[in-house]
């Protein structure tokens, strides 16, 4: 019985929106990914988990990298931040090529991977003192780092004094405190509760508007992504490929209110059937349940009361 | 809710009242089978330590006879009419009661030593305590440092690995009459028999433990700017520290388990010297007394370890928790 509301296109653009997208587009390319791919050789034969992707972000743009599981976005992320190194094609930052991990490129894991034999002041140290930085500057840069991410009074905890929100905002100002070109996220929120990841995503935005910084965002929720991203990359599986680079009509600066306006749901709807295209009949039937009743008749938990009488 | 807790649910922690009771627990009960078998006539006593030979010939006062022998020799005399023989029932000398033992340990200290080159009880201690820390400190400044590599990189894994994988199974003991031609007959082969024990295990356990430090810290630290140097410094080895200290408490105690075979190796010294002359003597009180100095030393120095990885590990507490 659900309406189906008029949807507008997600290709409409206000004007408004239309105007920050040209300014946009007008800033550098940082990241310039040109004809990607990457084969994992395993006993089953090779597979390709991405073929042939092509994107790029501009200065301080924020890019959601969208896409089923299998679909290869994990790879992509950690080709680009040089943990794993490309089959074929190449990854240019600021120009340049990416040769294994760097400084340059800041990441921000799934899983917490904060030191935990470090307070939270030094782990927010640690980049600063892999470049070799003196411990007063790491130290008092780190400080302000971590006042940014509002855990001042953190300072001195270990890792596991904190919760999960915590430690993923520690986890982002010790990527921002090395002062990367960008800053690449797998999915960091994920293993957050729904209330601490709505926190955390204002938090990041909030950060992202007041810094330099360009941000390529992992995740597999569509909120999130439409909520924060000026673009998102949409990824198909098996083999990862690009399908769409989706410009997102929602206005800035977004808030949660934004979650009904009929720009949102208009690009959920069409992230919707790229990511979920309607299945062949033959398909779902594997995914419906075999059911069968146990319960007394009339002991029903859902039907309303008019329904019964009826 | 006033219902207490069962005292077996599966994997889960006991009360600290319950905990501190089943550790005393732990030592009185076998404490109180010895009690038992020692102070009570009727259990085990298999010999009779006789008071009175009355007219039986071989038979001396304090000699201890099974107990079958005497009920045979008491009724033989009883039937010719001459003197019983008088005795009461008692274990065999190697099993002395627990305060015998109780009172060698503190006479053992205090006895003078027979012959002037031999040595006080406490010298011997420490003699095989030294022992031990040489050959327990000499594998590790090779065996943790190679078990640390050999978990961070591959290579060097594959090219040490599979040689000391082979060369755990040779026993110890095995290379004892080498060692001696190539040391001498003092301290020398002892330390090697003790090194060798330890420092094929150390080099694999060492090994493992490095390999399970989660990559993505490693990653997380790549990703920061860590150089090679950097990640083994400042994150390999920080990361499985607490590990790998438990580690050498555990191996610690292995090191102990060789200190009698490595002591008997050329001149027999430490505190296997003393046990072997006691037995010689049939001192099996002395004997006993040393048995249960070794377990109280290792068991200290276990605690005493626990103690300080726990002053020197903070950030471990709740890493364990979850």
């Known amino acids: ?12 653009q206000e004007e408004a929106v239309k105007k920050r997208f040209d300014k946009l587009k007008q800033r550098d390319v940082i990241l310039q990914v040109n004809n990607l791919s990457k084969k994992f050789k395993t006993p089953q034969g090779e597979v390709t988990a991405l073929n042939n992707v092509n994107f790029q972000t501009h200065r301080r743009e924020f890019v959601c990298i969208i896409g089923a599981s299998g679909c290869g976005k994990s790879t992509l992320i950690r080709i680009l931040a040089g ?22 490129r800041g990441m921000v894991f799934q899983g917490y991977t904060l030191f935990p034999w470090l307070t939270v002041k030094k782990n927010v140290m640690f980049g600063l003192q892999m470049q070799k930085h003196s411990p007063a500057v790491s130290e008092s840069e780190a400080m302000q780092w971590i006042d940014l991410v509002g855990l001042e009074k953190f300072a001195d905890a270990y890792p596991h004094q904190l919760s999960g929100g915590m430690k993923q905002r520690v986890a982002i100002a010790r990527a921002l405190a090395n002062r990367p070109r960008i800053l690449l996220m797998d999915e ?34 569509l909120d999130e992504a439409i909520y924060l991203a000026d673009r998102i990359l949409v990824l198909k599986p098996h083999p990862g490929e690009v399908l769409e680079m989706i410009e997102v009509p929602v206005r800035r600066p977004r808030s949660p209110e934004q979650f009904i306006s009929t720009e949102f749901l208009a690009t959920k709807k069409r992230l919707e059937e790229l990511i979920h295209p309607v299945q062949e009949e033959e398909e779902n039937i594997e995914d419906k349940l075999n059911m069968f009743r146990l319960t007394k008749v009339g002991d029903d938990v859902e039907g309303d009361i008019e329904d019964i009488e009826a | 809710m006033s219902q207490t807790e069962p005292w077996f649910a599966v994997r889960t922690a006991l009360s600290a009242r319950r905990t501190r009771l089943l550790t005393l627990a732990s030592f009185l009960l076998p404490l109180l089978v010895w009690c038992a078998v020692s102070y009570l006539p009727f259990v ?24 079958e022998l005497f009920a045979e020799e008491a009724a033989n005399m009883r039937e010719q009419g001459k003197a019983e023989p008088q005795g009461f029932r008692a274990n065999p000398v190697y099993l002395p009661a627990p305060h015998e033992v109780a009172i060698a340990f503190y006479t053992a200290f205090t006895t ?56 755990r199974y040779l026993p110890a003991p095995a290379f004892g009459a080498l060692a001696v031609a190539i040391l001498g007959i003092h301290d020398g082969p002892k330390i090697a028999i003790i090194f060798i024990g330890t420092f094929f295990q150390q080099v694999l356990v060492v090994a493992n433990t490095t390999r399970k430090l989660d990559i993505a810290l490693v990653e997380a630290a790549l990703t920061l700017g860590a150089n090679r140097i950097q990640l083994l410094f400042r994150v390999v080895i920080p990361g499985i520290i607490t590990d790998l200290y438990r580690d050498l408490r555990i191996l610690l105690g292995w090191a102990w388990t060789y200190l009698i075979v490595a002591e008997l190796i050329g001149t027999s010294s430490g505190i296997t010297w003393f046990i072997t002359q006691q037995a010689r003597y049939k001192n099996f009180d002395n004997v006993y007394a040393a048995i249960i ?13 626990a103690w300080l990885g726990k002053r020197m590990f903070r950030w471990e507490k709740a890493a364990a928790k979850a």
Request: aromatic share 12%; with cysteine.
């Open chain 1, 188 to 221: 960091p929120f994920g293993a957050l509760d729904a209330q601490t990841r709505a926190k955390v995503q204002a938090y990041l935005l909030e950060i992202w508007r007041n810094i330099d910084i360009t941000i390529v965002f992992i995740t597999h929720d």
């Open chain 2, 44 to 67: 085990w006593h298999p010999k009779v330590s006789i008071t009175d030979p009355g007219d039986v010939g071989y038979f001396s006062v304090g000699m201890l006879a099974d107990k």
């Open chain 1, 1 to 12: 019985m659900m309406t189906e509301l008029e949807l507008q296109s997600y290709l409409e």
């Open chain 2, 112 to 167: 003078e030593p027979k012959r002037r080159s031999e040595k006080w009880l406490h010298e011997s201690l420490w003699h095989s305590i030294t022992i031990i820390f040489w050959g327990f400190f000499l594998s590790s400044i090779i065996g943790v440092p190679l078990g640390i590599l050999c978990g961070t990189y591959m290579a060097i894994s594959r090219l040490h690995e599979p040689f000391v994988e082979f060369f």
């Open chain 1, 83 to 104: 943990l794993e190194s490309p089959s074929d094609g190449e990854v240019l930052l600021d120009g340049k090529p990416v040769i294994g991990p760097g400084p340059d």
């Open chain 2, 293 to 305: 100095m070794i377990g109280i030393i290792g068991l200290a120095s276990d605690l005493l370890l």
